[in-house]
């Protein structure tokens, strides 16, 4: 296994191999800075293209593109509250608030080192879990899963604390908008308003695009501001992305528990880099000692997102190279890819492609390097943004944040949904009701309901089976303490004051 790790890092480095890497990763960088697009539609288009190719250079132009990917879509979600991709839609809660007081060179710093450094992580796992795959797929099961929703949910308590009544609200409200369409599991069709569009429910794209970039829209113009920073900053602008590099080992705790969870999120089947943003953000706001100032521009809302996104890749790769499972809607397309060259994923694949394995290791590290160095590198430049006039802005992002929502599936009713969303968070937002808990309350109902409604039929319906499992009772313990710890931290500064 080591002989064919080195050969293989050998192979990355030739100039061929870089060049397709490279392309990848420029690919994966504008289609995730571009809303609606992102790495899925990225890869696909790539699929008829990349027929003529030998099979090892279309894996390392996949890998670029995976790697690529998340960083674009937090350059748009930290400079202008658009996050490109649905896995940067937590890095919009305190990317653009450090944008707006003129630290968006220091937030692109945190992006880029954490989406390096967190991918590497990723990728180390994959590199150790590789020969014991099985089991590392097989210890999460349904119950284990909804507790841990369940433990990501619970942390919209901690989140609302400035205002708990309109936070756990607007949690509410988006755990209802969750369950709109129909079940995935008894296919049930729930609060479809008399119209089959909503049978598929509400989408994700048209809801983060109106959630975040149309009512950030919508409130620029009614306050009728010249740009997103009110005045430039003084501050060197490479000062402050090496601030933002320095804040990940500032806060190496966090950065550590962001990635491993990605990573584990990563290896669950059919989760997803979404979910991994959310969970991975929640808990850290959840484990922080001010958990007040998330939301507000606060370095470890984009460390937590960031490395999350970025390392669930390498963990989302176990289960679509150990059993053809994809672990990601990226390894999904990849799938489709292995299909396109005659190749069969799963325990054969490690002993008759070696060699497609070790491509998308190395790819994925390639590209995540080149990725963040880009970022670095170019922030002065992308700094720019955030002094265009919003006269221009506006417009552009509008528009391209409609394109976007229609592109994804070619329905013009995912423009209306995200106009909806855009003018309900707007209101929402002026009227002091927190749209973070909105978004994770969305984003998480659904995936718990999944898991909850599998449990049980696994269980015959024997409630007991969230009790029983050892880590599932573990993580409820986990859960008791989450609602334990506002009430501890309220005695603790009671008896100070005293």
């Not at 329905?411 to 309900?424: E, H, P």
């Amino acid at each position: 296994m080591l002989a064919e790790l080195f050969t293989s890092l050998f192979e990355v480095l030739s100039l061929n191999t870089l060049g397709f890497v490279a392309l990848g990763s420029l690919i994966g960088l504008v289609v995730g800075a571009l809303p609606g697009l992102g790495g899925v539609i990225g890869m696909s288009l790539l699929l008829p293209l990349t027929y003529a190719l030998e099979p090892v250079n279309a894996m390392f132009l996949y890998a670029g593109v995976m790697g690529g990917t998340p960083l674009g879509g937090s350059i748009s979600a930290i400079l202008i509250n658009t996050p490109g991709t649905s896995v940067n839609a937590a890095t919009c809660f305190d990317g653009y608030p450090m944008t707006q007081r003129g630290e968006a060179g220091r937030a692109l710093g945190i992006a880029s080192a954490a989406s390096g450094l967190g991918a590497l992580f990723g990728v180390i796992v994959l590199i150790l879990l590789l020969p014991i795959v099985r089991m590392a797929i097989l210890a999460f099961g349904p119950p284990e899963f909804f507790m841990f929703i369940l433990f990501g949910l619970g942390t919209i308590v901690i989140a609302s604390q400035r205002n708990m009544i309109k936070g756990v609200f607007a949690g509410g409200l988006g755990i209802l908008f969750s369950f709109f369409g129909q079940s995935v599991v008894t296919g049930d069709i729930r609060y479809n308003l008399g119209t089959m569009y909503l049978w598929d429910g509400i989408q994700l794209i048209p809801f983060v695009i109106g959630v975040f970039a149309l009512a950030e829209m919508i409130r620029l113009t009614v306050e009728r501001k010249s740009t997103i920073v009110a005045s430039k900053v003084s501050a060197n602008i490479a000062k402050g992305t090496w601030e933002g590099v320095k804040d990940i080992f500032r806060h190496r705790t966090c950065f550590f528990r962001s990635s491993t969870i990605g990573t584990i999120i990563g290896i669950i089947p059919g989760v997803g880099g979404t979910a991994a943003n959310f969970i991975s953000y929640t808990i850290a706001m959840q484990s922080s000692k001010h958990p007040e100032a998330f939301g507000t521009g606060n370095p470890e809302g984009v460390i937590a997102s960031e490395s999350a996104n970025n390392s669930k890749d390498g963990g989302a790769l176990l289960p679509t190279l150990g059993f053809g499972i994809p672990g990601s809607a990226e390894t999904a397309v990849l799938l489709g890819a292995f299909i396109l060259f005659g190749i069969s994923p799963g325990p054969l694949l490690f002993k008759d492609h070696p060699e497609i394995i070790w491509a998308l290791v190395w790819g994925l590290v390639v590209s995540n390097v080149l990725a963040s160095t880009f970022g670095l590198l170019a922030a002065n430049i992308l700094l720019k943004l955030s002094f265009v006039n919003l006269s221009i802005i506006i417009p552009v992002v509008t528009t391209l944040s409609l394109v976007g929502a229609f592109a994804i599936r070619g329905n013009i009713y995912d423009v209306f949904v995200a106009v909806i969303f855009g003018f309900l968070a707007y209101f929402l937002t002026r009227n002091g009701f927190p749209i973070v808990t909105m978004a994770i309350g969305y984003i998480l109902g659904r995936l718990a309901e999944k898991s909850f409604l599998q449990s049980i039929m696994i269980s015959k319906g024997n409630y007991l089976i969230f009790f029983t499992r050892p880590v599932s009772l573990a993580i409820f313990i986990l859960l008791i303490l989450v609602f334990l710890i506002p009430f501890l931290r309220r005695n603790k500064s009671t008896g100070d004051k005293t």
